[in-house]
């Protein structure tokens, strides 16, 4: 059993940055892949970023593969998402998820969610 927290949300202006993390605990997290996803207000949730639990390959969604980059500290059991160049439309509650197999962009290809944290970018 895996347990994901997020962290490091907030508001910030667009064309700002902002760097999530995602603490695992109760599990050997380092053995998961692992994946971003956000719900943007009145929408679905969908896919950000994947990375294989090895961090040597990441995938990400058209619309911030320029300016969001998915890394991992298996020695801290902590996922990241580094989000530069901000935009309003990035304002959405931001998800963790881990599974075992990397790559998927849905939402059931991963077993363990975190709560989120909220992303709101002003213009």
Known sequence: QVQLVESGGGLVQAGGSLRLSCAASGGTFSSYAAGWFRQPPGKEREFVA???????NTLYTDSVKDRFTISRDNAENTVYLQMNSLKP???AVYYCAAGTVYGSTRSYGYTYWGQGTQVTVSS
Do not use: E, L
Not at 50 to 56: E, F, V
């Open 50 to 56: 994947a990375i294989r639990w090895s961090g040597g």
């Open 89 to 91: 439309d990035d304002t």
